[in-house]
């Protein structure tokens, strides 16, 4: 008998034998897909992963060629809320092994699930996000299925009245896959709880389970089979992940399984109505994943058809495996699996009314397709639009630097130049610094009235980055104000230029791009502060005078 720690409690659990705190479970010494993956990486040299616009271009042509992809995506969110979908413990990514467990989330008999009222208002939100009708009176269903990290033997799902349905999602491409504007459907969304996690040995002999994550809240979002290529269907997971990140129902983390999705990928000749063989890959870590994923299941099919061994594509599902750049074959799927759903006695209907979803519907935020068309009524590019809309802080702090009287063209190139840089170096999001949008705004209003440069105001800037403070306070501090004396500066190109004589004559004798080299001085002298519009005005003169 093993021992697991339940809340001060110690409980019996009927498993084979532990380690810790976790649980084990014995199983074969290899498995089939571990078998296949070392064959494969033993015998091939490792793949050089392919940019994705190689990718994206490749998938283009091979289309081209007389086929086309059917490609459609289930995605798993898991749901920030404090604790379970049906019991009171929390979950924290990254805590102890069965630490965050109780009766109810580990299946004990006579224990009853009480459903978080959070959950419901979470896929609400979503569901209208998405555009979906919202089910007024909805209801759960058990799943029925086995598996080691499955406690209770069986999933609380929803069936076939879902809380949301008929849907779509509109997105833009990003400009450098040639753009253009996207709307793919969305079949439905409903509530389930999620299962435990198994940690598989490194021999391959015992398996560990953590439950940690059993019962968290999830919902999960089917597409309808829209997409056509990699580049697509990575680019509805992003617009996912940026929906519910703008909601604040999940934090969309990819690499702590908060979005997972599942892709379904067939090809078929070109003009055919029916769909070819449908081929589910998982194991798919990040967007780019997703693509290459994507791609290299398109060609291996159209490979197939073209070899005439259409019959050899199955349903199956395959594993993607970054360092091969391939599928790998994990399970075969004989039909359809029967989950003898029935529904879940133990948890009455889920019964809306219109005043509900009527004030959820008002405190909805801008979602990110209403920020891009906003922005793209600016003027702004493509390019802009969609790195601002990307990230919700980002949008926030554009937006929030406009309301004080920032130029939407100059405050956009400022977040998207140096400041994305200063993030990307530092690993830092936008609202981590100490800069606000205030004094973003301040700072492109000196540079505009002339009272400092374009290459001081980079100074200030990465100085309000990382300490903070303001625009004025650290001009008068350090004595920043630019020089725009006609005067002054027309001094300081005088010395310049008597020091340095054989510039001068050599400049007059063709060189003029020494010019450059006159105004560095000037600069130099000045400590940066000369007004580089006249300075370069009254050097011409000089350089240029008889």
């Not at 004990?108 to 009222?117: A, C, F, M």
């Amino acid at each position: 008998m093993a021992l697991t720690l339940l809340r001060g409690m110690r409980t019996p659990v009927s498993l084979r034998s532990n380690t810790g705190l976790f649980f084990n479970v014995l199983r074969p010494r290899l498995s089939h897909f571990t078998t296949r993956a070392e064959s494969a990486h033993a015998t091939e040299p490792k793949a050089v992963p392919k940019s994705i616009q190689l990718a994206t271009k490749e998938a283009a042509e091979q289309k081209t060629q007389g086929f086309e992809a059917i490609i459609g995506i289930e995605t798993h969110v898991q749901l920030s809320t404090v604790t379970k979908a049906f019991c009171s413990c929390p979950y924290d990514y990254g805590s102890q092994p069965n630490s965050t467990i109780c009766p109810t989330c580990m299946g004990h008999p006579g224990t009853l699930p009480v459903l978080n009222e959070k959950v419901v208002e979470c896929a609400v939100k979503l569901g209208l996000a998405l555009n979906c009708e919202i089910s007024m009176t909805s209801k759960f269903d058990r799943k029925q299925y086995f598996y080691p990290d499955l406690p209770k033997g069986y999933q609380i799902s929803q069936f076939d009245i879902p809380i949301a349905k008929k849907g779509y999602v509109d997105l833009d491409l990003p400009v450098e896959f040639g753009g253009g504007h996207r709307k793919f459907g969305i079949t439905r969304v409903h509530m389930e709880e999620d299962a435990g996690k198994l940690l598989h040995s490194e021999s391959g002999s015992y398996s560990q389970v953590d439950l940690n994550r059993a019962g968290v809240p999830l919902l999960e979002i089917v597409s309808e089979p829209d997409m056509r290529t990699g580049i697509e269907a990575a680019e509805y997971g992003a617009e996912l992940q940026r929906i519910v990140r703008y909601l604040g129902v999940s934090n969309g983390n990819m690499q702590e399984g908060s979005l997972r999705c599942d892709v379904n990928v067939s090809v078929r000749p070109v003009g055919q109505s029916e769909f070819g063989t449908k081929v589910e890959i998982k194991n798919m870590n990040s967007f780019s994943e997703i693509n290459r994923a994507i791609d290299y299941e398109i060609s291996r099919q159209i490979m197939l058809h073209k070899e005439g061994q259409a019959d050899q594509i199955v349903q199956e599902t395959r594993l993607w495996d970054e360092s091969s750049q391939k599928t790998f074959t994990m399970r075969k799927k004989e039909g359809l699996a029967d989950y003898r759903y029935f529904p879940e006695p133990d948890l009455p209907e889920v019964v809306l009314t219109t005043d509900y979803i009527d004030e959820i519907s008002k405190s909805m935020p801008e979602l990110p397709e209403a920020k891009r068309r906003r922005y793209e009524n600016m003027g702004l590019s493509m390019q802009d639009v969609l790195f601002l809309a990307n990230d919700d802080n980002v949008a926030h702090f554009f937006d929030s630097t406009l309301e004080h009287g920032a130029d939407a063209k100059l405050a956009c190139n400022w977040i998207m130049s140096d400041i994305a840089a200063y993030l990307k170096n530092e690993k830092l999001s936008i609202h981590e610094t100490k800069l606000t949008p205030l004094e973003l705004s301040e700072l492109i209003a000196s540079i505009k009235n002339g009272t400092i440069s374009g290459k001081i105001g980079k100074e200030i800037l990465f100085e309000l980055i990382a300490k903070g403070g303001t625009v004025k306070g650290v001009i008068e501090e350090k004595d920043l104000v630019q020089i725009a004396d006609p005067a002054a500066i027309e001094a300081m190109v005088d010395k310049v230029i008597a020091d340095n004589p054989k510039q001068l004559e050599q400049y007059r004798a063709g060189k003029t791009k020494l010019q450059g080299f006159f105004a560095g001085q000037v600069m130099k002298t000045s400590k940066g502060k000369a007004n580089p519009v006249l300075l370069n005005k009254i050097l011409g003169e000089k350089l240029n005078a008889k």
